[in-house]
């Protein structure tokens, strides 16, 4: 892709993250952590379903940012906050803005959103778009 | 300015115990990733395209690179514990630092990965990591501890592959304070 303007606004995608998914991530990457595949267990710290990881929403961040960068972009540095949580099943919005670029190098302020638009994690995402 | 005070123990100790750490790095072995580590990884993500390029350039004998936050995003990489030694909300004692024994909870505040140069499969890698800051907070919920945790992952010649800052939050358990 030709390199963006800062201000620009990338095309948001929608997306939601099955409790299979949850479980076979946290099989993955060995988090036994019982909010992410535990429903009752969840249910008992107070959350509807089982809980997306912190990293899956890294995961999710970085790699729409790459769809968007298009073929051969590469990932150089990723950062979120988690601000509340998300469940099994929920709908979620990703969406970015580019905040600055230097050469190939492009800076997205990302955001992942609920449905109904309030923050569930914001973050910025660094990448290098190819030659 | 004084320092706002504690009125929950278990996070005063929470908060002690990282004192004492801080700084205090500790070599984890990592072992030696496969493309099939890599390719599990992917498939949990629902990437096939990765596992077929993967799977493509080993026929090929050529380097396989990690999926980008594999090493970022895996949680541990110790053999166990088993079961019985696992806290009740299922984190074993190296997930949750300074909060052995304690009626507390942890959630993740967030991450910052800086990626240096990707893993390759058949490398052996290794994980540093240390406690590298401990406050104490007071929020709209009530009180908590931030936990800044840092992780360098080393290919065998030193050189930096992934650097991995996280943020722990530690909650009462009780109800103290929230």
């Given at each position: 892709m030709t390199a963006p303007a800062a201000g620009t606004e990338c095309p948001p995608r929608?997306?939601?993250?099955?409790?299979?998914?949850?479980?076979?991530?946290?099989?993955?990457?060995?988090?036994?952590?019982?909010?992410?595949?535990?429903?009752?267990?969840?249910?008992?710290?107070?959350?509807?379903?089982?809980?997306?990881?912190?990293?899956?929403?890294?995961?999710?961040?970085?790699?729409?940012?790459?769809?968007?960068?298009?073929?051969?972009?590469?990932?150089?540095?990723?950062?979120?906050?988690?601000?509340a949580t998300a469940v099994a099943g929920e709908q979620l919005i990703w969406a970015a803005t580019v905040s600055s670029v230097e050469g190939a190098r492009v800076r997205l302020d990302a955001r992942i959103l609920k449905a109904d638009g309030s923050e569930c994690v914001t973050g910025t995402v660094e990448v290098t778009l190819a030659g | 300015m004084t320092a706002p005070v504690v009125s929950s123990p278990a996070l005063e100790q929470v908060l002690a115990r990282a004192r004492e750490l801080i700084d205090q790095w500790r070599d984890e072995d990592c072992g030696t990733p496969t493309v099939k580590d890599f390719c599990r990884y992917a498939a949990a993500l629902?990437?096939?395209?990765?596992?077929?390029?993967?799977?493509?350039?080993?026929?090929?004998?050529?380097?396989?690179?990690?999926?980008a936050l594999f090493l970022a995003a895996t949680m541990s990489w110790e053999d166990g514990p088993p079961e019985e030694e696992l806290r009740p909300d299922g984190l074993a004692r190296r997930e949750s630092p300074c909060t052995e024994g304690l009626p507390v909870r942890q959630v993740h505040g967030g991450q910052s990965v800086r990626l240096v140069r990707p893993p390759v499969a058949g490398t052996r890698i290794t994980a540093t990591r240390a406690v590298v800051s401990a406050r104490h907070k007071h929020g709209r919920s009530g009180e908590f501890v931030l936990l800044g945790v840092r992780t360098r992952f080393l290919s065998p010649d030193g050189?930096?592959?992934?650097?991995?800052?996280?943020?722990?939050?530690?909650?009462?358990?009780?109800?103290?304070?929230?």
């Amino acid at each position: 892709m030709t390199a963006p303007a800062a201000g620009t606004e990338c095309p948001p995608r929608r997306y939601a993250h099955t409790s299979v998914q949850l479980f076979r991530f946290s099989a993955v990457s060995w988090n036994a952590h019982r909010i992410h595949y535990d429903a009752a267990f969840a249910a008992s710290e107070g959350f509807p379903d089982t809980v997306v990881q912190s990293t899956l929403h890294g995961e999710t961040l970085s790699r729409n940012a790459l769809e968007w960068a298009g073929p051969g972009a590469r990932l150089e540095s990723v950062a979120w906050r988690n601000v509340a949580t998300a469940v099994a099943g929920e709908q979620l919005i990703w969406a970015a803005t580019v905040s600055s670029v230097e050469g190939a190098r492009v800076r997205l302020d990302a955001r992942i959103l609920k449905a109904d638009g309030s923050e569930c994690v914001t973050g910025t995402v660094e990448v290098t778009l190819a030659g | 300015m004084t320092a706002p005070v504690v009125s929950s123990p278990a996070l005063e100790q929470v908060l002690a115990r990282a004192r004492e750490l801080i700084d205090q790095w500790r070599d984890e072995d990592c072992g030696t990733p496969t493309v099939k580590d890599f390719c599990r990884y992917a498939a949990a993500l629902n990437d096939g395209e990765y596992i077929r390029r993967a799977r493509a350039m080993e026929a090929d004998g050529r380097p396989v690179e990690a999926p980008a936050l594999f090493l970022a995003a895996t949680m541990s990489w110790e053999d166990g514990p088993p079961e019985e030694e696992l806290r009740p909300d299922g984190l074993a004692r190296r997930e949750s630092p300074c909060t052995e024994g304690l009626p507390v909870r942890q959630v993740h505040g967030g991450q910052s990965v800086r990626l240096v140069r990707p893993p390759v499969a058949g490398t052996r890698i290794t994980a540093t990591r240390a406690v590298v800051s401990a406050r104490h907070k007071h929020g709209r919920s009530g009180e908590f501890v931030l936990l800044g945790v840092r992780t360098r992952f080393l290919s065998p010649d030193g050189s930096e592959l992934t650097s991995v800052d996280e943020t722990i939050v530690v909650l009462d358990a009780t109800g103290g304070d929230r």
